[in-house]
């Protein structure tokens, strides 16, 4: 069954240093997500990505923070100027057209900034 | 803006019913949603709702909806040590690009 699949499935990072968070989507799906969850708060929504371009942010999604998804299959999340409260959990998600809009999660990132 | 609110924390007995409940402020959300995260895993969506249904069943799940109250519930039947795991309301804004806003989520701990 085709997944999400996420890498690193743990980065610790200096704060002030750059990080990439890697994703891979299912091959066929047209929409990105990334999620954050601070541990023991809720799962935040980020970004969302269709046609090459961001569709919405968040308030969170601030400049230090972009988006690319370089190759047709990879999907990646760049974190510039790492801050203490970046640490979190880094859910990357896609989906189809359903009209239910299921999305379809990967295992998650845990980025600990020191 | 948006949110949504579900108790933390849900114990239950093998083979006993549980029931995991969440409170969503967007009347205007589309689909409401639960997913489960088991330990080292991504959310995994178990079943949702379109907003003009009350109720939907699948299998040991049921969801309830109760649009006036914003209140959607779901229920385990026969609980079992599988189930042990985390629980995730959501509910996906109408128009726009389809984001989630989730809750919390609702740990279960599944006991003999």
């Known amino acids: 069954e085709p997944e999400v699949t996420q890498t690193p499935s743990?980065?610790?990072?200096?704060?002030?240093?750059?990080?990439?968070l890697r994703c891979?989507?299912?091959?066929n799906h047209l929409y990105f997500y990334w999620y954050r969850q601070i541990l023991g708060q809720k799962v935040e929504f980020l970004v969302s990505f269709y046609n090459n371009e961001i569709s919405e942010k968040s308030e969170i999604f601030d400049d230090q923070f972009s988006v690319?998804?370089?190759?047709?299959?990879?999907?990646?999340l760049k974190i510039r100027s790492t801050k203490l409260e970046d640490s979190a959990m880094y859910f990357c998600a896609s989906r189809d057209r359903t009209t239910y809009n299921e999305q379809f999660f990967g295992p998650g990132t845990r980025l600990t900034v020191l | 803006g948006e949110d949504v609110e579900q108790s933390l924390?849900?114990?239950?007995?093998?083979?006993d019913s549980s029931v995991i409940n969440c409170t969503y402020t967007d009347s205007s959300s589309t689909y409401l949603y639960w997913y489960k995260q088991e330990p080292g895993a991504g959310l995994q969506l178990l079943t949702y709702i379109f907003s003009n249904m009350d109720?939907?069943?699948?299998?040991?799940?049921t969801v309830l909806l109760n649009k006036k109250d914003k209140h959607?519930?779901?229920?385990?039947?026969d609980t079992q040590t599988g189930d042990s795991a985390i629980y995730f309301c959501a509910e996906c804004e109408s128009g726009g690009y389809n984001k989630l806003i989730f809750g919390a989520g609702t740990r279960l701990a599944v006991h003999p």
Do not use: C, W, Y
């Open chain 1, 68 to 76: 690319e998804r370089p190759d047709g299959s990879n999907f990646t």
């Open chain 1, 24 to 27: 891979v989507p299912i091959s």
């Open chain 2, 55 to 61: 109720m939907k069943q699948d299998q040991r799940l």
């Open chain 2, 72 to 77: 959607l519930s779901l229920r385990i039947a």
């Open chain 2, 9 to 15: 924390f849900l114990s239950v007995r093998e083979g």
């Open chain 1, 10 to 20: 743990h980065q610790v990072t200096q704060m002030g240093q750059e990080v990439i």
